[in-house]
């Protein structure tokens, strides 16, 4: 079986495969860990759905955090005894990173687009929801055009909050209507149909763009359904997108 994570900056994705089948995964807080910590927490987690961990034989990760990098590492080896894949810009995935600083591009953005582009297909576009609102856009003939950055909703809400005094936390639950009647209504007004107006007035303009007015959008992250419901353009929704494009690119150099 194959254990494979995906670090973000809020939060921790992991799962693991038995073949091409995704039978267990999680959505973690990606809070600093020794790795003895992470370990024992992967070996617990493994356990609610009574997966023996002497069962894993492989493993592969993508960061964003590089404090959690070694943490991940060792914990995988001295827990599970395997040495992790780690991908990276320096992966041979196969991918023509079409950019100015190949480098640059993160290691999620990286197997967001293998994964998208073995899954739906080209000419398309990945949206994925988290801390930042990302979207990856990949060409006609497979290549990785670069792409967008943008606030994440919770990073919007967590704005205002420490920002404005007297404006409250709230909930990421999607308002009757767009005229809000009170000031929880307002927010969520604001950042739900807010962001999914930045959302489709993003994918019109890159659907502009040579060669990508065909393009498909399959949006990820946690939030990906949620904005599906706001989003005119949002075609697909894959939650666990990054996880099976963990499990393409590892097998792609250990299974070739």
Request: some cysteine.
């Amino acid at each position: 079986m194959l254990l494979v994570i995906d670090t973000g900056n809020t939060t921790i994705a992991a799962g693991v495969f038995d073949g091409n089948n995704l039978i267990a995964h999680w959505r973690l807080s990606s809070i600093s860990r020794t790795y003895d910590e992470l370990g024992v927490y992967l070996w617990e987690l493994l356990a609610t759905k009574n997966i023996n961990p002497s069962s894993i034989t492989g493993a592969a990760f993508a960061s964003v955090v590089p404090s959690l990098d070694f943490a991940i590492t060792e914990a995988i080896k001295q827990y599970f005894n395997v040495n992790p894949l780690q991908v990276s810009a320096n992966t041979d995935t196969g991918l023509d990173l079409r950019v100015k600083n190949p480098q640059e591009v993160g290691a999620d953005r990286i197997v967001n687009v293998f994964a998208g582009l073995h899954k739906y297909g080209s000419p398309l576009i990945v949206v994925d929801y988290g801390t930042a609102i990302t979207f990856d856009c990949i060409s006609p003939d497979g290549a990785y055009l670069g792409g967008v950055i943008a606030p994440g909703l919770v990073s919007g809400i967590s704005a205002l909050f420490s920002k404005a005094a007297k404006l409250p936390q709230v909930s990421l639950s999607i308002p009757e209507r767009v005229i809000g009647l009170d000031t929880t209504e307002n927010i969520q007004s604001g950042i739900l149909y807010g962001n999914g107006g930045l959302t489709d007035r993003l994918i019109d303009l890159i659907r502009e763009s040579d060669g990508m007015k065909a393009a498909k959008v399959v949006a990820t992250g946690g939030h990906a359904g949620l904005m599906q419901k706001v989003s005119r353009n949002i075609e697909y929704v894959d939650n666990w997108l990054m996880l099976d494009g963990l499990r393409l690119i590892y097998e792609r150099i250990y299974k070739s």
